[in-house]
């Protein structure tokens, strides 16, 4: 899996053991339903042209490990407002994303092991909330 900012044309590499979490619990088909006064239904529906989450997160603590290094990189990214990615599945998909910052936390960066200090290459688990534009 990679993650690449469109504006500075950097790439990183990620776990292909990163899980979409939520990738069967959208649609793109919405609808609104209400009564006219005169009792009648009317039902209005459409397709949605962007907002997929995209939510990628280890499936359990021993996967899907990122080096501190990835973690912070992924946070300075992350703290760019509107900063726009091209994320390429392992299966060949490729979407055009954002973080989802109005879902917070947009991204979670845990480490594996607890300490006082950390290095570069320790390794940390990381949850990202992304939205197909």
Excluded at 30 to 45: D, F, K, P, Q, R
């Amino acid at each position: 899996m990679i993650l690449r900012n469109i504006r500075l044309a950097q790439s990183l590499t990620l776990s292909h053991d990163l899980q979409w979490i939520d990738e069967h619990l959208w649609s793109p088909v919405v609808s609104n339903a209400e009564y006219t006064l005169g009792g009648a239904l009317l039902i209005e529906s459409a397709t949605r042209l962007a907002g997929r989450p995209i939510s990628l997160q280890p499936p359990d603590a021993e996967m899907a490990w990122h080096t501190r290094a990835t973690a912070d990189l992924l946070r300075s990214w992350a703290t760019v407002p509107g900063e726009q990615f091209i994320l390429s599945l392992d299966d060949g998909r490729i979407f055009t994303v954002v973080f989802r910052h109005h879902e917070p936390p947009a991204l979670e960066a845990d480490p594996v092991r607890k300490m006082a200090t950390y290095d570069a290459d320790d390794y940390w688990l990381i949850k990202l909330k992304f939205m197909e534009i």
